[in-house]
């Protein structure tokens, strides 16, 4: 029975401390709420954006960008992770490029993103884009690396094709190392569209955000940032889970 639920009796423990030293800050300083609002203060803020459908429009809007953008990085990124790490001469000569642009902030690009597609969802979700795309790349090209010759071996003695090498060898063999990566992956974008939403758009939690302390809302600022998170809890959760598919997991034996 203990093994069944201190998985959430654990965790919950953890945020039981978390409230109570919110408590005892706010208690301490004497702030107002539009200066530091209670756990109440803002459970009644949660409370008003839940009715009204603020919480959840303004949620649905950052999850939307943060799935376009995180797909069309796996799109991309994977078949050229998996391109580059098999054909070691295209990987010496963009080893330096993805290098060189990797480490740059994704929000060091948001003027030119602004500048290239305005106002809207598109900066968004290319600076969502940015952030998952080169993590991935890099991840697939290592992964690629690291698949035992002897898997290769088999292929070239069943005289198998190119494709049926990426689909029967390459692609099974990176699944369990890809899987932590895009774990990795979807925290950076969520971490990046609440920036960009500041910036480029007018809704999403992180529009929620700035409009609510522009307002002197603080508790509206503390519940959208519960709500990131939560949903970034269970955006990983969703990742953790699928990298237990049994078909998932062969390449790691």
């Given amino acids: 029975m203990w093994e069944r639920t201190k998985g959430f009796i654990l965790p919950s423990f953890a945020f039981v401390i978390l409230l109570a030293v919110w408590q005892v800050t706010k208690i301490a300083t004497g702030w107002s709420v539009a200066v530091f609002p209670s756990p109440l203060e803002a459970a009644a803020g949660m409370w008003e954006l839940i009715k009204e459908g603020t919480l959840l429009k303004h949620s649905v809007a950052s999850l939307f960008r943060v799935t376009l953008g995180f797909y069309l990085a796996v799109i991309f990124g994977l078949p050229l992770g998996i391109l580059l790490g098999w054909w070691k001469t295209g990987q010496a000569i963009t080893n330096s490029l993805i290098q060189f642009l990797r480490p740059i902030s994704p929000l060091a690009w948001i003027p030119l993103a602004v500048l290239w597609f305005g106002i809207g969802d598109k900066p968004a979700v290319f600076l969502i884009f940015l952030s998952s795309f080169f993590p991935l790349v890099v991840a697939t090209i290592t992964a690629v690396n690291g698949i035992r010759s002897i898997y290769f071996q088999v292929a070239a003695n069943f005289n198998f094709s190119a494709f049926e090498t990426a689909t029967k060898i390459i692609i099974p063999a990176i699944l369990p190392p890809i899987m932590p990566a895009l774990r990795?992956?979807?925290?950076?974008?969520?971490?990046?569209?609440?920036?960009?939403?500041?910036?480029?758009?007018?809704?999403?939690?992180?529009?929620?955000?700035?409009?609510?302390r522009n307002a002197l809302r603080m508790d509206y600022v503390m519940d959208a940032m519960i709500a990131i998170g939560v949903i970034g809890i269970c955006l990983d959760r969703v990742i953790s889970q699928l990298s237990r598919i049994k078909s998932v997991s062969w390449g790691s034996v």
């Fill in 184 to 212: 990795i992956s979807v925290g950076i974008a969520w971490l990046v569209v609440v920036a960009a939403e500041m910036i480029a758009v007018k809704s999403g939690l992180g529009f929620l955000i700035l409009d609510s």
